[in-house]
T-cell receptor, first 114, second 115 residues
Framework: AQSVTQLDSQVPVFEEAPVELRCNYS??????LFWYVQYPNQGLQLLLK??????LVESINGFEAEFNKSQTSFHLRKPSVHISDTAEYFC????????????FGKGTKLSVKP | GAGVSQSPRYKVAKRGQDVALRCDPI?????LFWYQQALGQGPEFLTY????????KSGLPSDRFFAERPEGSVSTLKIQRTQQEDSAVYLC?????????????FGPGTRLTVL
């Protein structure tokens, strides 16, 4: 079985400041890791995912996440946020070899203020 | 192209009524998932289809919940004798293949409120 913990339910930051959204997971099997984003009044969208290889993965809009196996973490970072990054961010895992059903954390609401 | 669509977007039901929620996945997508998202929580897995076969229904909370995908495309989630604890957003997602590495594309969800 797997579980995902997102320690921060809300993260307020000012525009152009750096941000880190934390994600830790627990699993008895190897997993794939995902970050999904939900903008206001929209559906969940994949932001980035770690499958294998380089532990640092990047999205097209400047976010990055690093897989740390020893700490069972997959924290999401951005060096300089924009107002448009305001959204809810969900960390998720799926077991390798599974059918792909995702186990989600409770989400972190990122609020970027001018 | 069209994404995953769900209907209705909002549904209000009186306790005890039956409801049916529809999901239209992306054309050609083999896999279809249903998730339930309660207020303030992350989505939780309900059931999984590969084409028309329901391969996993371990997440369905009770035998009042039933899902089908008879022709391997459109899927319906039915909830019988709705209860207040069924109030949630129901999300549908589809993916191209049947592998855990495949990206899941989510619909906008159906918000169910049971009075």
């Amino acid at each position: 079985a797997q579980s995902v913990t997102q320690l921060d339910s809300q993260v307020p930051v000012f525009e152009e400041a750096p941000v880190e959204l934390r994600c830790n997971y627990s699993s008895s099997v190897s997993v794939y890791l995902f970050w999904y984003v939900q903008y206001p009044n929209q559906g969940l969208q994949l932001l980035l995912k770690y499958l294998s290889g380089s532990t640092l993965v990047e999205s097209i809009n400047g976010f990055e996440a690093e897989f740390n196996k020893s700490q069972t973490s997959f924290h999401l970072r951005k060096p300089s946020v924009h107002i448009s990054d305001t959204a809810e961010y969900f960390c998720a895992v799926s077991g390798k070899g599974s059918q792909g059903n995702l186990i989600f954390g409770k989400g972190t609401k990122l609020s970027v203020k001018p | 192209g069209a994404g995953v669509s769900q209907s209705p977007r909002y549904k209000v039901a009186k306790r005890g009524q039956d409801v049916a929620l529809r999901c239209d996945p992306i054309s050609g997508h083999v896999s279809l998932f249903w998730y339930q998202q309660a207020l303030g929580q992350g989505p939780e897995f309900l059931t999984y289809f590969q084409n028309e076969a329901q391969l996993d229904k371990s997440g369905l909370p009770s035998d009042r919940f039933f899902a089908e995908r008879p022709e391997g495309s459109v899927s319906t989630l039915k909830i019988q004798r709705t209860q207040q604890e069924d109030s949630a957003v129901y999300l549908c997602a589809s993916s191209l293949g049947g592998l855990a590495v495949d990206t899941q594309y989510f619909g906008p969800g159906t918000r169910l409120t049971v009075l």
